[in-house]
């Protein structure tokens, strides 16, 4: 199996825009490329290729440094642009440069020249290059295409002969309308080791073995991969079940959200229902008022007509507090503190009636409920301020009769 970085150096000069190779020769040598590439690549795919301008604006320049990606060298190729002579030394000594450079230093390094243009360099001088070459354990192959003349294909050939180690370099010349460039590279030496591979792999996988490895072969290998697929699948598997454990959380998360927004929607409606009751609250709170007041004995017992007067008044306060509740919620500006400390308004509502007069006053001293009601109606302060008045003016009273009592005759007092 070939294990190489292989630095492919084309032939951008201006001789290939000649057309004796059909579409161009700078097309044929771009298809050509891109079947190296692609045969290099598979036959090892930690195989790198790499792509070096021979000509150009800027001279020799490197395209794309060894890789193993395929779609890089292919982008490449196309912003290559046409222009200038080639420089074919310095073009070798940059793929070497290149190599020497490579990320895995396991790889083999091989250089595949395109030369469509007539070499002007000396013979003695490409000899030099190849033993240099030779010496660093680089292989060559020399495509010859295009131009022909006398002098180059005895200059590529001694090039090749001073590189070659064991057979391991290689040049092939095409001729115009022999056939398509890339076919005839196909079917050369330069690819037969390449096309073994390919053709050992596409063996191995119509053998029907699992991961394409005889395991009588290479147990080992075949082990460690079955080892690297149950690691593979079980996190997979894995990866599966926290997914669906995540997807099952926030399905339960939403469902919650939902039912706490279906708890919450009476809540909107609490002050209606509060106003509702309202009215039932407060004959049960008249009620026990009422219950209390008769029992006590004392002298500010409530008559019955003094309490219907009072639920009057109550009644009236309560129709102005829905009012102006109402006004509030449509919009209206209006204070519920008006209602209840309008004081003026209050004392005529509760001291101006027929009936009510002192004994309401006394009432208010003893009975606590009427007097929550009292403080309700016209303020706490003013309801105490009042109940304070009230007290002194009974103290007063209860003195001025004592006072009669003790001046009054003996007879008197005796009857």
Known sequence: ???????????????????????????????????????????????????????????????????????EVLARMQDLEIFGEVNLTAAIQVAQLALKNRQNKQQQQRIIVFVGSPVIDAKNVLEAIGEKLKKNNVALDVVDFGESDDEKPEKLEALVAAVSSGGNSHIIHVLPGEDFLSNVILSSPILAEDQKSVSAAAARRASGFEFCVDPNVDPELALVLQVSMEEERARQEAAAEESSETESTCQSSTSNDETVMADTEPEL????????????????????????????????????????????????????????????????????????????????????????????DDLLLYNKDLQEWHELLIGPHEARKQRRKQRKKQQKQQQRKHEEKEDAPEGDKCL
């Open 1 to 71: 199996m070939v294990f190489e970085a292989t630095m492919i150096c084309v032939d951008n000069s201006e001789w290939m825009r000649n057309e004796d190779f059909r579409p161009s020769r700078f097309a044929a040598q771009s298809d050509a490329v891109a079947m190296v590439c692609s045969a290099k690549m598979q036959a090892n795919l930690e195989s790198s290729v790499g792509v070096l301008a021979m000509a150009g604006r800027r001279g020799v320049s490197v395209l794309v440094t060894p890789t193993n990606d395929f779609g």
């Open 269 to 360: 409606n609490l002050y209606t229902e509060d106003q509702r009751n309202l009215q039932k609250d407060e004959d049960q709170l008249w009620q026990q008022a009422h219950a209390m007041s008769i029992e006590d004995g004392n002298p500010g017992t409530l008559r019955a007509a003094d309490a219907e007067l009072l639920k009057a008044v109550a009644d009236e306060v309560e129709f102005v507090l829905q009012m102006s509740v109402q006004e509030q919620g449509t919009g209206a500006q209006s204070d519920m503190n008006e209602v209840f400390w309008d004081q003026p308004f209050s004392q005529s509502m509760t001291y101006a009636l027929p009936g009510a007069g002192a004994d309401l």
